[in-house]
């Protein structure tokens, strides 16, 4: 068995148009989650303490954390509890 390159074997896989949507689509709901988390730890805030702050469910931003998918209005009320605008931009 040869050694792959994960790098060479995603590059491959990305030609395909469906891998290239699916993978697209998840990364950006990882992107999602991962700045959920960051502004909630920046703010020094437990999962717990964000939900009582924004009015959303602590399972809700447990599932963001998680990289689950989530509306717009949601992650407006997390950026609004703590004083973030949420910006949505395509590249």
Known sequence: M???NFKDYLNDQLKNPEFKKEF???TAKLESALAVSKIRKDAGLSQ?????VSKVPQSTISRIE???NTSV???TKIGNALGKKLTVSFS
């Open 2 to 4: 040869s050694n792959v």
């Open 24 to 26: 697209n689509n998840e």
């Open 48 to 52: 717990h303490e964000l939900a009582a």
């Open 66 to 68: 998680s990289g689950a």
């Open 73 to 75: 209005d949601t992650l």
